[in-house]
């Protein structure tokens, strides 16, 4: 079993619908929630960032985190053309950025205006 | 702020052959920095993490006189590919943390197709 599970997709969705994404994870001991963006042959760009459980927002995009069931998704709301991209999960153990980070295999996200 | 770089952004080269790409922090100095590989519709996987003066740290299943890394600098990490083949080819990216941040800044990517 893999430590993080997301569905690959693709996930395609009209302009300004809400977009919901998931991971799973295994580990408990992950304690540090990120999504990340990746465009198409480009290096992922940090979305969210969370620690805690609840949800956290920031403008479009809000982060939700359910460590008792070891969940966590990303909604998008009233999604445009250039969100189209892949979201990588991504967790850690520790709080440095000096530590290993475990990522999810991508869901790939197309908006169709 | 906060930008990394790496160079070449698309290399192709002949098996049996070397290649080298460099990770460069541009307007930080990097503490730690991070190899990467990702395979076609397949997640990142860490090869390696390297510390400024000090030896990487593989992860299980990468070998390490194969995937050669060097820190020299807090602003250069370069990883050579020795003795390439195609199985090789992927999308390899590099990311760079300082000790004070939470968050590692990831480089552009490099393509390597090895023929």
């Known amino acids: 079993q893999k430590e993080v599970e997301q569905d690959p997709g693709p996930l395609s969705v009209p302009e300004g619908a809400i977009v919901s994404l998931n991971c799973t994870y295994s580990n408990s001991a992950f304690q540090y929630f990120m999504w990340y963006r990746q465009y198409s042959r480009k290096g992922p760009e940090l979305l969210m960032y969370t620690y805690s459980s609840g949800n956290k927002e920031d403008g479009r995009f809000t982060a939700q985190v359910d460590k008792s069931s070891k969940y966590i998704s990303l909604f998008i709301r009233d999604s445009q053309p250039s969100d189209s991209a892949t979201y990588l999960c991504a967790m850690r153990r520790d709080s440095g950025g000096y530590q290993k980070v475990t990522f999810g295999t991508g869901t790939k996200l197309q908006v169709i205006p | 702020g906060a930008v990394v770089s790496q160079h070449p952004s698309w290399v192709i080269c002949k098996s049996g052959t070397s290649v080298k790409i460099e990770c460069r922090s541009l307007?930080?100095?990097?503490?730690?920095m991070f190899w990467y590989r990702q395979f076609p519709k397949q997640s990142l996987m860490l090869m390696a993490t390297s510390n400024e003066g000090s030896k990487a740290t593989y992860e299980q299943g990468v070998e390490k006189d194969k995937f050669l890394i060097n820190h020299a600098s807090l602003t250069l990490s370069t990883l050579t590919v020795t003795s390439a083949h195609p199985e090789d080819s992927s999308f390899y990216i590099c990311?760079?943390?300082?000790?004070?941040?939470?968050?590692?800044?990831f480089g552009p990517g490099t393509r390597l197709t090895v023929t």
């Open positions: 990311s760079a943390a300082t000790g004070t941040s939470y968050e590692q800044y």
């Open positions: 307007d930080f100095q990097a503490t730690t």
